[in-house]
């Protein structure tokens, strides 16, 4: 199973930067192999980039979507408008979505079974704050997101999802003097969710659903972080931003 690489943009980078970075990049990993490669720019850049990404190996992901397909739900993207511009991932419940907007597990579900009606791929976000960690709630936690969001998801529909771990303590928010979780952090946290995975499916879904790490993954930790048993890629947020760097953490990815 190849590594999986995925850049979330976040609120960043005008249509004309992300072109730029799409054709730098494109140069730097045209050799690259070893993993599967996904950017997730902003709403505005999609139509672009998928014409800038017609012919390459990299695919195209959005950053979150509505559950309807359509309707009077102003400023919202529906999982339709999304295969209308040819994106094959989605991210859902991103700690940004849930801690800043509020989007429960129920909403994230709902989300979820929508992405797959359409066919989308999905990257599920879950993971713990450093409260629920200080107070030894982290399994509680990572089970009761995982058992909540996959409600009535079936082994069949399991084969399009990636599961994201993103230790919210973990992430930097773009601070330089930040300190991410360690491999033996990010690999504990893999193996639970992995076993929560066999439980609720088996043991042949949880070995071949991709786990990703979403904890600060930089070019300094990738290498190691990739190197783990149970770490099957990284969400990438503000090291993805910078083409150079982006393309290192994928080389990382043997």
């Known amino acids: 199973m190849k590594k999986l690489i995925a850049a979330n943009w976040k609120m960043n980078k005008s249509v004309e930067e992300s072109v730029s970075f799409i054709n730098e990049f494109k140069k730097i990993?045209?050799?690259?192999k070893n993993a599967d490669v996904v950017i997730?720019?902003?709403f505005t850049a999609l139509a672009t980039l998928s014409k800038e990404?017609?012919?390459s190996k990299i695919k195209l992901g959005a950053q979150n979507?509505?559950?309807e397909d359509a309707g009077a739900f102003t400023g919202e993207i529906s999982p339709l408008m999304l295969k209308d511009m040819e994106c094959e991932y989605v991210i859902l419940g991103h700690s940004e979505r849930r801690e800043i907007f509020?989007?429960?597990?129920?909403?994230?579900?709902?989300?979820i079974i929508a992405a797959l009606k359409h066919g989308l791929k999905l990257i599920l976000c879950i993971g713990e704050n450093i409260e629920q960690k200080q107070s030894g709630k982290t399994n509680e936690v990572i089970e009761n997101q995982l058992k909540n969001?996959?409600?009535?998801i079936d082994k069949i529909q399991m084969e399009k999802i990636t599961i994201a771990y993103e230790p919210i303590w973990a992430i930097s928010r773009g601070n330089p003097n930040h300190k991410a979780a360690t491999k033996e952090d990010a690999e504990e946290g893999h193996k639970f969710i992995r076993n929560v995975v066999e439980n609720m499916f088996d043991k042949n879904i949880s070995k071949n659903t991709r786990i990703i790490y979403g904890g600060s993954v930089k070019p300094e930790n990738a290498k190691e972080l990739?190197?783990?048993p149970n770490i099957d890629g990284g969400l990438v947020g503000n090291a993805s931003l910078n083409a150079k760097s982006f393309a290192e953490i994928v080389k990382a990815a043997k």
């Open 149 to 152: 969001c996959l409600k009535n």
């Open 226 to 228: 990739l190197s783990m």
């Open 40 to 42: 997730c720019p902003p």
């Open 65 to 67: 979507m509505h559950f």
């Open 102 to 111: 509020n989007e429960s597990d129920f909403l994230i579900n709902k989300k």
């Open 53 to 55: 990404l017609k012919n």
């Open 29 to 32: 990993i045209k050799n690259e």
